[in-house]
């Protein structure tokens, strides 16, 4: 029985681990913090741009290169070029180096690095030796791809035009007739909405000696080279410069091969353009000379190229692979990009690309996804490129798989990324006075409408400028550390004071800037006003939660003084909050108000993107005519931030009443594990041991089995030869069923379908003349032998001798005690009101003397003694007191003193009285110490019963 509470345990925790679990499940369904999302704001698509704000806006004036020309973004960021790609094809090069060439210049070409209505030229070059070598006229360059829109389809074709040129078709290296070329095109197609750029492929310098309009060709070979090679350089630094700067043409030379000229590459940048107006910070973006390792390196080297002079970001990665060994690539988007382009260049139009964002998603083509927009252009046989806007930050995988007869080779993905910032510049306090010192803040988010992580902002610069009447620019230095008016270091909202100058009259102006690799200039600016005569003040009162469900509206207050004699035009606008409005967007001050007080709404549009929005509520005067008013004086700023979350569910709703449900269900299901095992415990047969005697004296036993069960089926064999209790199997039938009743009793079913309810150890006829009495190994053996009652500790470890009443659970009872620990008045072997029972000798204590069911009569006769008999007494009164009844020698078997608990109880020993428990001297079992039955010995045959019609003792005598 060891095992028997564990199991239970067992059985308990796992019942209670289920009921958690569902718990678990149940209780967070309704946890505002996750019912507020319901669909990740990732998923959703960012603010129209029609509620941006002005000021978050780049300004349209930004642009102007540095030699004039316009240096212009589209509508998504990415910048609108005309390009043209020079592509080395002299007799230096292999037809391996010009493919390698011509590869690169496809993704140029079909790359989305650029805007869509960018355009892009290729052209071939070599020299023109008509007629020192050469006996036909020829050009030294060939126009092989026209200038067409990238991304077109002409582009896989024309390429292919691209070769290895032969002494006839002039096979030297004239850069100067490239570059010249390369202007014409750029030139004809010139728009000031352009950036001009032109990227020049070559394996080595100048080679023009055959090339008669360089000057005289001298016999001597070597100096003939120098000669026209000085005279090229010279047309190149004199004649294609102006040209090229005039119109704002950057020059970027990747150069490759064993016989370079370095020190001719590092001087050809400074004959074009300088850096971008937008990039004016950031070191890569001047042009300058790139070098490629190999032949099979200039496509990085010219991709890096593009996006420097862009001013993007750039990563890239590469590995080898072939069939059965795909390559997978990886790329970080940072978070602040609000576009990236993916270039694959894979070089075998049989290999298959993946795209995986950094969720695991594969993008395999155009279309939407999370608030992403994917755009895919494979048009070029040996690569293909993935525009994103508004990407998923974190790390993208680039998965090359290769068909079955395809090479092993090097493979590659390039990445170029731009940033544009919505932000929000604002001066703390709105309207300072001259010699006043001032705050100029400037907050951040990213193109998905979220705070920008401030290590996402390493390496960019930030600036802003102070410019008003009355005094010259003024720079401000911004920083994000705490000090100077910036509120909380690190956190990505960067802040810098600045005293405004005492000649400053009239308006003033704050511009920010963000500057750095991948971000385009953001600018944003913001108008104030040096206060004259007071026109009134205003403050907005509005204190919007920490999170707002979409379309819901937050209360404020707008507090205004109007000292003047005319009413006083006022306007509200939301700065930086995308998706946010507020109500009234103008107010009128009536003439002479003081406290003058109007209610605000702040409304999150239903559609809005979710996020957090950081930005303010801007008040300006627009009052016309007035003295120290109108034009859009900013009269204060309330920053405003919280996060946009959905509206509330109906799980959000109801949470609470789930929440409390469950915990009813799981008390509810632990109170019925605790009540089941209570009455697995209660009713648990595998304590018990059936004993059987025949008339004859012969014996067996039987322990129930020490798995539970509620019932205690067994079979008598009384045959010939043979007396035994064998279990009784499933459904059989002529079994004795044994289960236990109330007060510690035991319920007695006969084959016959008799049912008698009897306490542990009373014997019952079985049989031709036999008996059979079950023993409870759950009652104790350790009760006292001088005890009074009661039979020592019960199942629990609770004492019970000295008639303490306590039931089968330990639980005090009033009354008497029964063998059982069970002390129930009503039960009839408890101890009558006179100390004895129908079997101890009569409700006087010994009216029969003897038990009927007796084996061995009691071994005291009638008559005074100290001694107790065996049945209770043999005497008709008991002996030595009246009745019986609770005097030191009264009656013994069930009744009082020394009855239970005295020495003729003491569990495993015979009583000096000869009495055991039982009243009987050793024919019933008797117990070892620590409850385990002895198997009896032999008895004497039974003396014969008293004359009764009621074998089952159904009457009381």
């Known amino acids: 029985m060891a095992n028997q509470p564990a199991g239970e345990a067992r059985w308990i925790v796992r019942v209670l681990t289920a009921a958690a679990s569902a718990f678990l499940l149940v209780a967070p369904l309704g946890v505002p913090a996750l019912a507020a999302t319901p669909v990740p704001k990732s998923a959703l698509p960012a603010p129209s741009p029609s509620v941006t704000s002005p000021a978050s806006a780049a300004s349209p004036a930004e642009g102007a290169g540095a030699a004039g020309g316009p240096a212009t973004v589209g509508a998504d960021g990415r910048p609108r070029v005309h390009a043209v790609v020079l592509v080395d094809e002299s007799n230096s090069e292999t037809p391996g180096t010009v493919r390698q060439e011509a590869d690169a210049a496809g993704l140029i070409a079909t790359s989305q690095q650029l805007d869509k209505d960018s355009k892009v030229a290729v052209v071939g070059f070599g020299t023109d030796d008509f007629p020192e070598v050469s006996r036909q006229q020829h050009g030294a360059t060939d126009e092989v791809c026209p200038l067409a829109t990238v991304g077109s389809a002409g582009f896989r074709t024309c390429l292919a035009s691209l070769h290895r040129r032969t002494e006839e078709e002039g096979n030297g290296t004239d850069h100067a007739a490239a570059l010249t070329k390369a202007l014409d095109i750029l030139e004809a197609a010139k728009d000031p909405g352009f950036f001009n750029v032109v990227f020049l492929l070559t394996d080595g310098g100048l080679r023009v000696d055959n090339v008669q309009r360089y000057g005289t060709r001298l016999p001597d070979q070597q100096a003939r080279e120098q000669e026209r090679g000085t005279a090229a350089m010279n047309e190149t630094a004199t004649v294609i410069a102006p040209r090229a700067r005039a119109l704002g043409a950057q020059i970027w030379p990747v150069g490759f091969g064993t016989v370079l000229n370095r020190d001719w590459m590092r001087r050809l940048p400074g004959f074009g353009a300088g850096t971008s107006q937008n990039c004016q910070k950031v070191p890569v973006a001047a042009p300058a000379a790139s070098y490629a390792n190999t032949a099979a390196d200039i496509a990085l080297s010219l991709d890096r190229a593009l996006a420097n002079a862009s001013c993007m970001g750039f990563d890239t990665d590469q590995d080898n692979g072939g069939p059965g060994s795909p390559v997978t690539l990886s790329l970080s988007i940072p978070a602040i990009a609000s576009s990236a382009t993916i270039n694959a260049l894979k070089r075998d139009p049989g290999i298959k690309v993946e795209y995986i964002d950094p969720r695991g998603h594969s993008v395999r083509g155009s279309g939407s996804q999370d608030g992403s927009f994917f755009t895919l252009n494979n048009s070029a046989a040996n690569s293909e490129s993935l525009f994103v806007t508004s990407p998923y930050p974190g790390t993208w995988k680039i998965r090359f798989t290769w068909p079955a007869n395809a090479r092993a080779q090097t493979v590659q993905a390039d990445l170029s990324w731009i940033g544009q910032l919505s932000s929000t510049v604002r001066l703390t306090p709105a309207s300072p006075k001259p010699g006043e010192r001032a705050t100029v803040h400037i907050t951040l988010q990213t193109s998905r409408n979220e705070p920008v992580n401030p290590r996402d902002l390493t390496g960019l610069v930030f600036d802003a400028q102070l410019t008003g009447d009355g005094f010259a620019p003024v720079p401000v230095p911004l920083a994000d550390n705490g000090q100077g008016g910036d509120d909380n270091a690190g956190d990505g909202g960067y802040a810098g004071q600045i005293t405004v100058p005492a000649t400053a009259s009239g308006l003033l102006s704050v511009t920010g800037r963000i500057m750095g690799s991948g971000l385009r ?437």
């Open 521 to 957: 200039g953001t600018v944003q600016h913001a108008t104030y006003r040096i206060p004259g005569r007071s026109g009134g003040g205003a403050v907005v009162e509005l204190r919007p939660p920490g999170h707002v469900h979409r379309g819901a509206t937050v209360s404020g207050t707008l507090r205004a003084d109007n000292p003047t004699g005319s009413p006083r035009q006022i306007e509200l606008r939301p700065d930086g909050l995308a998706g946010v409005g507020v109500s009234p967007s103008t107010v009128t001050v009536p003439a002479g108000a003081s406290g003058f007080a109007q209610a605000l709404k702040l409304s999150v549009a239903s559609d809005t993107g979710y996020g957090r929005r950081t930005g303010v509520v801007r008040v300006s005067d627009t009052t016309e005519g007035s003295p120290g008013s109108g034009s859009g004086v900013v009269l204060t700023e309330e920053p405003v931030s919280f996060e946009v979350e959905a509206p509330p569910g109906t799980l959000e709703k109801i949470w609470p009443f789930l929440l409390i449900a469950a915990v009813v269900l799981l008390l509810a299901i632990v109170a019925a594990l605790l009540a089941r095992a209570r009455w697995r415990r209660a009713v648990n047969v595998s304590d018990l041991q059936a004993f059987a005697a025949r008339s004859d004296g012969t014996t067996a036993d039987l322990p129930a089995s020490q798995m539970w069960a509620s019932a205690f089926r067994f079979v008598i064999n009384d045959v010939p030869g043979q007396f035994s209790l064998v279990l009784a199997g499933a459904g059989e039938g002529g079994a004795y069923t044994v289960r236990r009743a109330k007060h510690g009793q035991l319920t007695i079913s006969t084959p016959a379908g008799e049912t008698r309810t009897v306490s542990a150890g009373a014997r019952v006829p079985a049989g031709n003349g036999g008996q059979l009495w079950i023993a409870d190994r759950r009652v104790g053996s350790t009760a006292s032998s001088q005890g009074t009652g009661g039979v020592g500790a019960d199942a629990f470890g609770n004492p019970i001798s000295g008639g303490t009443a306590v039931d089968a659970f330990g639980n005090p009872i009033p009354g008497g005690a029964d063998p059982n620990g069970n002390p129930f008045d009503s039960n009839p072997f408890d101890g009558n009101q006179y100390g004895g029972d129908q079997y101890g000798g009569g409700p006087y204590g010994g009216q029969y003397g003897d038990d009927p069911w007796a084996t061995i009569p009691g071994p005291n006769p009638p008559g005074p003694g100290p001694a107790p008999s065996g049945f209770g007494g043999n005497g008709q009164y008991g002996a030595n007191g009246p009745f019986g009844a609770g005097q030191p020698a009264g009656g013994g078997g069930y009744g009082p003193p020394p009855g239970y608990g005295s020495a003729a109880h003491d569990p495993g020993h015979v009583a000096p009285g000869g009495g055991d428990e039982y009243g009987t001297i050793s024919e019933a079992p008797t117990l070892q110490p620590g409850g385990v039955p002895r198997r009896p010995s032999p008895a004497p045959p039974t003396p014969p019963a008293p004359p009764s019609s009621d074998p089952w003792n159904e009457t009381q005598f």
